[in-house]
């Protein structure tokens, strides 16, 4: 009653970003025939068009450059950045297969330029990051992968006739008598779609727009003032929802990471420069000293300073300027 529309296919996915896309095209080049994914902006891409690089070892790139990374020493150091408070097994599997993610993209059309690190003295730590950019002679040129990324996942999926239907939310998980998933049932552009699958992947963003969410997971209004990382609109952690409206077991979710950085809409990467640099004192809303502020200059993971910034009163900074 009510629907507009009701679909069969071998494989629904929710969300066309960066990870439904992947999911779709790899399920396609396995031999899954009908295959379609539901998108509830009016474009797909999600937050894979803010990406600026990609983090791995041992990609094709870097082995044509002559580069060799340890997936022990690369899983010892993140845990230990970490305090292990992030699930091991799933770290060891990324990093194990972050090379070979490299090398699929490759087989799609997609190609990195150049490998780096994310602080300013390239000799002193790996590069691991993986960037798009032209070489002017002297230097690489960085251009946004996001956008190029995310194109080349589109036009895969439309190579291998992937079905992505834009603004249509999912709504709900679809359940037989068992309490087995069957499908979804999605709000499209004129009324209810649903879509009978023999199986669903949930692929999308994560919950940094919904303060109900951030409430439950980090504490009442504690978070109320702090700027999140990708906190777009569409972030709203649905596939979150419908996982537990059918009793979903809940994983881990981590702390946050807290700034000084500029990775949200509208932020002032100068405002982010001034704060990461060594030359100031940062000090909490006391005037005291919290961290050594050389740490994003001598240490790879320097960014996550706002780890100690998380433990001052009031979760305030201030950069002592002169």
């Known amino acids: 009653e009510g629907v507009l529309m009701e679909k069969k296919v071998n494989l629904c996915i929710v969300g066309a970003a960066g990870s439904g896309m992947t999911a779709a095209i790899y399920a396609a080049q396995k031999g899954v025939k009908k295959i379609v994914v539901l998108e509830k902006m009016k474009r797909p891409g999600g937050c894979t068009t803010m990406s600026c690089g990609m983090m791995a070892l041992n990609s094709p790139v870097q082995k044509r450059y002559g580069l ?10 993140l845990m230990s950045v970490n305090n292990w408070n992030c699930n091991a097994m799933m770290v060891r599997k990324w990093l194990n297969g972050s090379g070979e993610n490299i090398a699929w993209l490759e087989t799609l059309g997609f190609k990195y330029d150049y490998v780096c690190t994310e602080v300013s003295d390239y000799s002193k730590f790996p590069k691991t990051t993986h960037r798009v950019g032209t070489w002017d002679g002297k230097k690489w ?6 956008p190029i990324l995310a194109r080349c996942l589109m036009e895969n999926c439309a190579k291998h006739g ?3 239907l834009t603004k249509t939310r999912a709504a709900r998980l679809l359940q037989d008598k068992r309490g087995a998933v069957v499908g979804v049932e999605a709000d499209g552009p004129e009324g209810t779609i649903k879509v009978h699958a023999d199986a669903v992947i949930l692929c999308t963003g994560s919950i940094s727009s919904n303060q109900e969410l951030i409430n439950r997971y980090y504490g009442s209004d504690e978070y109320k003032d ?4 990708a906190k777009v609109p569409h972030n709203t952690g649905d596939g979150h929802l419908m996982a537990q409206e059918i009793g979903a077991a809940f994983g881990r979710i981590g702390t946050l990471f807290i700034g000084p950085h500029n990775h949200y809409p509208g932020a002032s990467e100068v405002t982010g420069m001034i704060i990461r640099r060594p030359h100031y004192m940062l000090v909490n809303m006391y005037g005291e000293r919290f961290a050594d502020e050389s740490i994003p200059i001598e240490n790879e993971f320097g960014w996550m300073m706002g780890l100690a910034l998380d433990n001052q009163p009031g979760k305030v900074c201030y950069a002592l300027i002169d």
């Open 141 to 146: 040129l960085y251009k946004l992968q996001g």
């Open 162 to 164: 992937i079905e992505i």
């Open 226 to 229: 702090v700027r999140i990382m």
């Open 68 to 77: 060799y990374y340890s997936v022990d020493d690369a899983f010892r150091k």
